[in-house]
């Protein structure tokens, strides 16, 4: 049976021990899109999508998510279950719920009528 050797021989060494590609130096390439950009355009700045929300709506969103939470540890029996809260401080939620869930629909419409104005 033959055996056959190979060898490998490096005619040409690296000066660095990590070189660069092609001989040049590494390093981030930008790529610019001049061509896309109108320079008329209102919005040459901005990103193509934006969400614009108002602060009135952002504070009703709040004050709905905060009641909605009462209303949640107290109902639902999760909160308990899985040992968060006490059995104790589930009924302690569903009577505050009864004075926080008015409150919070009445701040919601008046945030409203704040914005209205």
């Not at 050797?5 to 001989?23: D, E």
């Not at 107290?74 to 869930?101: C, H, N, P, T």
Request: glycine content about 10%; charged content about 20%.
């Amino acid at each position: 049976m033959v055996i056959t050797q190979t060898s490998f021989i490096f005619t040409k060494v690296p000066a660095h021990p990590l070189p660069g590609i092609n001989g040049r130096k590494p390093g981030a390439i930008l790529a610019k899109k001049k061509d896309l950009i109108d320079p008329s355009s209102k919005t040459s700045g901005r990103p193509g999508f934006a969400l614009r929300v108002s602060n009135p709506i952002l504070a009703r969103a709040a004050i709905a998510v905060f009641g909605l939470g009462f209303v949640d540890a107290g109902y639902s029996g999760d909160w308990s279950r899985i040992g968060a809260i006490s059995k104790d401080g589930e009924d302690l939620l569903k009577i505050a719920a009864f004075f926080v869930v008015p409150l919070c629909i009445y701040a919601i419409f008046s945030v409203s009528k704040d914005s209205e104005s």
